[in-house]
């Protein structure tokens, strides 16, 4: 059964600080890995999708890298802003045929970003 | 394009009532994916559906739970007989194929009193 774990669960910074958010997963038999924000009572917003075969993906500020034989992606955010505040959550899609997309989550890492 | 739409979003039952969610997802969407996020838990996954069709409802509670995805109209999780244990927010998410990204909407959150 594929676990997802993220760490560290909270984390507190500074403006302007570049920081690296973990996530791995037990099993590496992925279709791919995505990134998602939560803000406090909304929904989730996709930030990056990493397919199985890619190592990373950039968007903006944004950089998220895939090591799926040994079962890790982090997501590195540059320059950080009190915008940034948020839960960030890992997510993987299983592979295999039964899987049919459904995406398994982390816990999310609740992150402050103070001025 | 709008987003996914969920409504309402937010909603109180008595323990025992019915509560119906509803799920329209962005046009052109065909795959519907229910979440569950219970308090201080991550999201997991309840059920995916295509239209007209339940493909995976292995997350879903056998009892009470139902969900549908008809030809017109938005995707329904039902509820029924809701217990103090159900309250959560209950989020939607659609894409435009299998395995493509899933975009969710605002959520709804259900307080059973």
């Known amino acids: 059964k594929q676990e997802v774990t993220q760490i560290p669960a909270a984390l507190s910074v500074p403006e302007g600080e570049n920081l690296v958010l973990n996530c791995s997963f037990t099993?590496?038999?992925?279709?791919?890995l995505q990134w998602f924000r939560q803000d406090p009572g909304k929904g989730l917003t996709s930030l990056l999708l990493i397919q199985s075969s890619q190592r990373e993906q950039t968007s903006g500020r944004l950089n998220a890298s895939l090591d799926k034989s040994s079962g890790r992606s982090t997501l590195y955010i540059a320059a950080s802003q009190p915008g940034d505040s948020a839960t960030y959550l890992c997510?993987?899609?299983?592979?295999?045929?039964?899987?049919?997309?459904?995406?398994?989550f982390g816990q999310g890492t609740i992150l402050t970003v103070h001025p | 394009n709008a987003g996914v739409m969920q409504n309402p979003r937010h909603l109180v039952r008595r323990r025992g009532q019915e509560a119906r969610l509803r799920c329209s997802p962005m046009k052109g969407h065909s795959h519907v994916y229910w979440y569950r996020q219970l308090p201080e838990e991550g999201l997991k996954f309840m059920v995916y559906?295509?239209?007209?069709?339940?493909?995976?409802e292995s997350g879903m509670p056998k009892e009470r739970f139902s969900a549908e995805f008809p030809k017109e109209g938005p995707s329904i999780l039902r509820i029924q007989q809701v217990v103090r244990g159900d309250s959560a927010a209950y989020f939607c998410?659609?894409?435009?194929?299998?395995?493509?990204?899933?975009?969710f909407g605002p959520g709804t959150r259900l307080l059973v009193l």
């Open positions: 997510a993987v899609i299983p592979a295999g045929g039964t899987s049919y997309g459904k995406l398994t």
């Open positions: 099993d590496s038999a992925i279709y791919n």
């Open positions: 559906l295509q239209k007209e069709n339940i493909i995976d």
């Open positions: 998410a659609s894409s435009m194929d299998l395995l493509e990204t899933q975009y």
